[in-house]
């Protein structure tokens, strides 16, 4: 299953994509997040894996990260023509995903944040809930697209609510 969402952020894109590289944001914006720690490397660099535990409901998803590209790897000073990449593979029991963000400036004060997510599925029960619930996977990644923007625009924090 694959799907690209996209939004736009009323911030320049340097300030965007800091914020959104940065791990002590994480807690503030991405809904659910119980633990994003490196096992091995460094927090945003490429080849660092690190833990990744989820809560959804009364669920919790445990995960393994890998950080596959990040271009530039300075977020400072970036051509304004230039893309910047963020891509990472997902490892949890039943499921294998790829996120590939895009964030381009959309003018000097708007950034826009494409992301590409791909995802497969082991074993049948994982197998049917992507047959079924295709959309509620996407929907997600809206969501925390939308909590990113309102943290980032506005400071809201998801735990607040």
């Keep these: 299953m694959k799907y690209t969402v996209s939004i736009e952020i009323a ?3 340097e300030k965007t994509v800091q914020l959104l590289a940065d791990p002590a944001t ?12 490196p096992v091995s490397g460094v927090h945003g660099e490429v080849g660092t894996k690190s833990r990744v535990v989820l809560k959804m ?11 596959t590209r990040r271009e530039p ?3 400072h000073d ?9 891509e990472r593979e997902i490892v949890g029991k039943g499921m294998w995903s790829a996120n590939r963000d895009r964030l ?3 003018g000097p004060e708007t ?3 494409e992301q590409e997510s791909e995802y497969r599925f082991d074993g049948v029960m994982m197998r049917l809930v992507g047959l079924l619930m295709p959309g509620s996977f ?15 625009e506005h400071g809201t924090d998801v735990r607040d609510a």
């Design 104 to 106: 381009t400036e959309a």
């Design 111 to 113: 950034t826009l944040w």
């Design 78 to 86: 970036i051509p304004a023509d230039s893309v910047v990449h963020f």
């Design 26 to 37: 994480m807690p503030l914006w991405l809904r659910g997040l119980v633990v994003h720690e």
């Design 11 to 13: 911030l320049p894109r």
């Design 138 to 152: 996407r929907k997600q990644s809206l969501v925390h697209m939308q909590d990113f923007k309102a943290f980032a």
């Design 57 to 67: 409901g009364q669920q919790e998803f445990e995960a393994t990260e890998t950080i």
């Design 73 to 75: 790897q300075d977020l």
